[in-house]
């Protein structure tokens, strides 16, 4: 690494933060490193990120995925998330930014609210602070932290609408952690991944395998659920997760259990 580079690295305070932590910080247009942060970035998409940003482009999730990420595995894990994909110029920019700022900014990404806020554990529970915890990512071309708005972690959370994305996308961070507490050797199958990827980030396809397969005779789904799951994409992301999460994790007691005469009739004709 030469000098400019280490000049211009992110550094990260190693201090955790709880919610009610103070600190001071603030971004607006007439700050002179407006959009700097937006260029040379790592985002990794989380499943409600995604289902807000195809409907703020007007695309299907199938469209969003293929012009707009790039799969990855997650280390530890082996699990499939996804990554936002950085324009192909000097300075790796955001394809929404602009120079007048972001385009797609009451829609963007949890990572970009968080900022400069990074999380130290994907487990995270409203109103407690047994595993949550934060720190700030210092890059050096950054002014804000010069600016004198003060806020508590709690407060910046609630502003910036990252509380209502952690909630949503809760039972997705339950998923990764609880597939980052076994053993390393303990891997998904390539279907077992491409059903995880389907229902976490491709919400339009799973919607057409619920509704469009025989996956309402395999499992016992209320008719609530099957209500709206199928009318509120916001359902039908918790319910993929949950319905994961049995899948691959509960191995006693189902949220969601399998009808034993279709499991029967599936033996019997070999599907």
Known sequence: MNSNDAQNKAQITPVKFGLD?????????????????????????????????????????????AIYTEPKLLEK????????????????????????????????????????LGVGTLSHKEGTDEDAFYFFVHEPHCKGFEEQKEWTVREWRKDQGVDIHDEI??????????????????????????????????????????????????????????????SDEVALLEFGFSWLKDVFFNKEEKVYPMNGQEVEKRKKTGE
């Open 169 to 230: 996308n809760e039972g997705w961070a339950d998923l990764l952690v609880l597939k980052r507490s076994f053993p390393q050797n303990v891997m998904l199958t390539d279907k077992a991944k491409q059903m995880l990827f389907m229902a976490c980030y491709n919400i339009d396809k799973f919607r057409e395998f619920v509704f469009g397969s025989s996956f309402l005779k395999l499992y016992a789904i209320d008719p609530d659920t099957v209500e709206a799951i199928r």
């Open 77 to 116: 894990t082996d699990l499939p998330v996804v990554t936002l994909k950085l324009l192909d110029d000097d300075i790796r920019s955001c394809p929404f930014v602009k120079d007048e700022g972001c385009i797609v900014y009451d829609s963007r990404p949890t990572t970009c609210r968080y900022y400069p």
């Open 21 to 65: 932590n103070t600190f001071k910080f603030e971004c607006h247009k007439n700050i002179s490193c407006f959009t700097k942060c937006c260029r040379g970035i790592d985002i990794m998409l989380t499943p409600y990120d995604i289902v807000l940003l195809k409907n703020k482009l007007g695309l299907s999730s199938e469209e969003f995925l």
